[in-house]
């Protein structure tokens, strides 16, 4: 399985799971079956609220499943209608993250889960 990963420091497995898909900096992508690791920057990194495009921020990567802390409603619709599965990250690392899906113990983001907006008492449950 291809996992991305939003970070915002490079430090391969140990790397902390970003809070936000569309505003980390950059992404880890694990494929697990190969144990192998690439770093890409996000290249849709400065965009309104709102106006995330999750498949360009991934520069074309072909994966399986993104691991969030959050997420917008519109960035999580694309993705699942493209076929990915996104996951709502548990443990504070990839490494951490990686285990419970090993153990399909990782929950999947649902609707009701994702980012309503930020500002005027509007906020993420992450």
């Known amino acids: 399985m291809k996992v991305c990963f939003p970070i915002e420091k490079d430090q391969g497995l140990a790397s902390v799971v970003f809070g936000h898909f569309g505003s980390a900096p950059?992404?880890?992508?694990?494929?697990t079956e190969v144990n192998q690791s690439t770093v890409i920057t996000n290249s849709d990194q400065h965009h309104s609220h709102g106006?995330?495009?999750?498949?360009?921020?991934?520069?074309?990567?072909?994966?399986?499943?993104?691991?969030?802390g959050g997420i917008g409603a519109g960035a999580l619709n694309h993705l699942q209608r493209s076929?990915?599965?996104?996951?709502k990250a548990q443990g504070a690392t990839v490494q951490e993250n990686l285990e419970m899906?090993?153990?399909?113990?990782?929950?999947?983001?649902?609707a009701q889960d994702s980012c309503s907006g930020h500002g005027s008492g509007h906020g993420c449950s992450h």
């Open 101 to 110: 899906i090993a153990g399909n113990s990782l929950p999947e983001f649902t």
């Open 51 to 68: 106006a995330c495009n999750p498949l360009k921020a991934l520069s074309g990567q072909q994966i399986d499943g993104i691991v969030v």
């Open 26 to 31: 950059m992404f880890l992508l694990v494929d």
């Open 83 to 87: 076929g990915l599965r996104v996951f």
